[in-house]
């Protein structure tokens, strides 16, 4: 089985910053990509950021120069740093990752529960 577990939301004043984490656990082999995703109430579920592998970052835009996306691979960890953060950044961010496993050697996505971000005005 594999688990992702989130970490590090809360309550923000605008212009503020958080940092989020995600670990990823269990029976793990490779990790391909890991990424962060939002659903803010009401709407669809959106990409914020994702890194490959080999390093390679993809941002929203409407996150690009904000919000930084690393990655510990030792540890099997990806992070989110939110920088100047917007009332508009509220969500529930989910931690995704691209992977194989014991359980189910075919890469696949995998999500984690998710954690509130609040940002107030």
């Known amino acids: 089985q594999v688990h992702l577990a989130e970490s590090g939301g809360g309550l923000v004043q605008a212009g503020g910053s958080l940092r989020l984490s995600c670990v990823a656990s269990g029976s793990i082999l490779s990790i391909n990509a890991m990424g962060w995703y939002r659903q803010a109430p009401g709407k669809e579920r959106e990409l914020v950021a994702t890194?490959?592998?080999?390093?390679?970052?993809n941002y929203a835009d409407s996150v690009k120069g904000r919000f930084t996306i690393s990655r510990d691979y030792a540890k099997n960890m990806v992070y989110l740093q939110l920088n100047s953060l917007k009332p508009e950044d509220t969500a529930v961010y989910y931690c995704?990752?691209?992977?194989?496993?014991?359980?189910?050697?075919?890469?696949?996505?995998?999500w984690g529960q998710g954690t509130q971000v609040t940002v107030s005005s």
């Open positions: 995704n990752a691209y992977l194989s496993s014991t359980w189910y050697v075919t890469y696949t996505d995998y």
């Open positions: 890194i490959t592998r080999g390093g390679s970052t």
